[in-house]
């Protein structure tokens, strides 16, 4: 099984991988299968017209989401990893003024946004909780091509087709040196080739890039986490959605940067520190800014905050440090996506932050000298203390309680290093059986408490 870090971690734009990013993708998608000329009636009828439907989890949290938006700017051609936030806005108001769309190499569709994106909260596809629907017609009116797919999490889009054949196939043969679907697998291949977590998953990626690529990759990815902290500290105000949410990590910055200069040493300052950058990226990430999916975007800021925190009170820390950091982290993660899911949608907020915690607390351990077992047993104590984190999302927006829950996932991500590392790596509970619990409490939960905003804080703080 292998799952590139680039897959893992994506650099995108707010306020949501799997509402945001997904739907922007999947329209991409549909555009370029459009082009193709690849549909059912005949080749040479032109497209004049599009509709769009959002279903299940979509629907009910779409809007706070921004996922209309998203499916519109797709539409206009733009991909999350390269569109300009601050172009956004004006994009979307052209469309929904003029009806149109234009994307690049196109010819211009009929595209009413207040008629043609239709949020269905009745009709549920079946093949995940967060389906959408593409159609194209010809000036007559007649269907020339209809797509369904699905955004399964971390910004991942796969068509009814993909879907139905992920579901039936067998685990994946690659050339990949090390090759481990699970947990026990990557500690087996750890033991036999003496090289650590981070090692065999370069080991992996090389086999797709050079080692130059690969560096080069990854820092990029590192630099975009690093953006989206100093954005998300050098910010103030409210952020959009309607709940009045007022952005704090400006505030908590400046008095954590007045004690830091006074060296002036408090009980809390570590973890004050360490949930200031955890609340800096989820800030940003909520008010649409670019963040990079880890795995999701609404758990982005766990796995840089504890990096950040990292650099920050360890003098010695390196470029090497930062890359087996993230190397150990998408391991794991490509583990839990494998094993079981990172979506919200699907299984909660265990799903989310549980695993970039468990990432997180990998990653940490590896970069603090743990060994296989430790990082192992890191990843599990993490996890294992999300698990039944149900995902409700106040209002349907990626605020409350989302962006202090990251950094409640910092926190416990360095706990569970630590905890790891002063033992041996000997413990009750391996990491395959606490992800498998997790897709098992994910099956178990019922649909209202996965991201649709039906019950919980979503209910009860707008009942107050």
């Known amino acids: 099984m292998f799952l590139s870090i680039f897959d893992v971690f994506k650099i995108g734009i707010g306020p949501s991988s799997s509402h945001t990013m997904g739907p922007m993708s999947a329209a991409r998608r549909f555009l370029d299968e459009l082009q193709s000329g690849d549909r059912p009636r005949a080749v040479n009828a032109r497209p004049a017209s599009l509709t769009a439907s959002l279903h299940g989890s979509l629907a009910f949290t779409g809007v706070g989401h921004g996922s209309g938006r998203a499916v519109i700017l797709g539409l206009c051609?733009?991909?999350?990893?390269?569109?300009?936030?601050?172009?956004?806005?004006?994009?979307?108001?052209?469309?929904?003024?003029?009806?149109?769309?234009?994307?690049?190499?196109?010819?211009?569709?009929?595209?009413?946004?207040?008629?043609?994106?239709?949020?269905?909260?009745?009709?549920?596809?079946?093949?995940?909780?967060?389906?959408?629907?593409?159609?194209?017609?010809?000036?007559?009116g007649q269907l020339l091509l209809r797509r369904v797919y699905y955004s399964v999490g971390g910004g991942f889009v796969v068509s009814a087709e993909e879907l139905e054949t992920l579901k039936q196939a067998q685990p994946e043969q690659t050339d990949t040196p090390y090759p481990f679907a699970h947990a026990r697998d990557m500690l087996a291949m750890a033991a036999a080739s003496g090289l650590s977590i981070a090692a065999m998953k370069r080991a992996n990626e090389e086999t797709q890039r050079s080692p130059l690529a690969l560096d080069r990759g990854i820092d990029e990815i590192w630099g975009a986490m690093s953006g989206c902290i100093e954005r998300g500290i050098a910010q103030?105000?409210?952020?959009?959605?309607?709940?009045?949410?007022?952005?704090?990590?400006?505030?908590?910055?400046?008095?954590?940067?007045?004690?830091?200069?006074?060296?002036?040493?408090?009980?809390?300052?570590?973890?004050?520190?360490?949930?200031?950058?955890?609340?800096?990226?989820?800030?940003?990430?909520?008010?649409?800014?670019?963040?990079?999916?880890?795995?999701?975007?609404?758990?982005?800021?766990?796995?840089?905050?504890?990096?950040?925190?990292?650099?920050?009170?360890?003098?010695?820390?390196?470029?090497?440090?930062?890359?087996?950091?993230?190397?150990?982290?998408?391991?794991?993660?490509?583990?839990?996506?494998?094993?079981?899911?990172?979506?919200?949608?699907?299984?909660?907020?265990?799903?989310?932050?549980?695993?970039?915690?468990?990432?997180?607390?990998?990653?940490?351990?590896?970069?603090?000298?743990?060994?296989?077992?430790?990082?192992?047993?890191?990843?599990?104590?993490?996890?294992?203390?999300?698990?039944?984190?149900?995902?409700?999302?106040?209002?349907?927006?990626?605020?409350?309680p989302c962006i202090e829950?990251?950094?409640?996932?910092?926190?416990?991500?360095?706990?569970?290093?630590?905890?790891?590392?002063?033992g041996d790596g000997t413990h009750a509970v391996p990491l395959d059986a606490c992800i498998e619990t997790m897709r098992q409490t994910g099956l178990d939960m019922s649909e209202r408490y996965k991201e649709t905003s039906l019950a919980g804080l979503a209910v009860n703080v707008v009942a107050c």
């Open 236 to 400: 103030e105000g409210i952020m959009p959605g309607g709940l009045n949410v007022k952005r704090r990590a400006r505030s908590i910055f400046v008095q954590l940067d007045a004690q830091w200069q006074r060296n002036e040493i408090t009980p809390l300052m570590a973890n004050d520190w360490l949930s200031l950058f955890a609340m800096a990226v989820n800030e940003e990430n909520a008010a649409g800014g670019r963040v990079v999916t880890a795995p999701t975007n609404g758990a982005a800021g766990v796995i840089p905050a504890v990096l950040r925190y990292f650099l920050k009170f360890n003098a010695g820390a390196s470029s090497r440090d930062i890359r087996d950091y993230l190397l150990t982290a998408a391991a794991i993660g490509g583990i839990i996506k494998h094993n079981a899911s990172i979506s919200g949608a699907e299984v909660g907020c265990q799903g989310e932050v549980g695993s970039a915690s468990a990432m997180a607390a990998a990653g940490l351990c590896a970069i603090m000298g743990g060994t296989p077992l430790q990082v192992e047993n890191a990843a599990e104590i993490a996890l294992e203390h999300h698990l039944g984190m149900t995902c409700d999302p106040v209002a349907g927006l990626v605020q409350i």
């Open 77 to 140: 051609g733009e991909d999350p990893k390269t569109i300009d936030p601050d172009t956004m806005d004006a994009k979307v108001a052209a469309v929904e003024s003029h009806g149109r769309v234009q994307p690049p190499g196109h010819p211009t569709y009929r595209f009413r946004p207040a008629v043609d994106l239709v949020f269905d909260k009745r009709n549920v596809l079946p093949g995940h909780p967060n389906g959408l629907q593409f159609a194209a017609f010809d000036d007559d």
């Open 405 to 422: 829950r990251n950094a409640f996932g910092a926190v416990k991500a360095v706990t569970a290093a630590s905890l790891a590392l002063k």
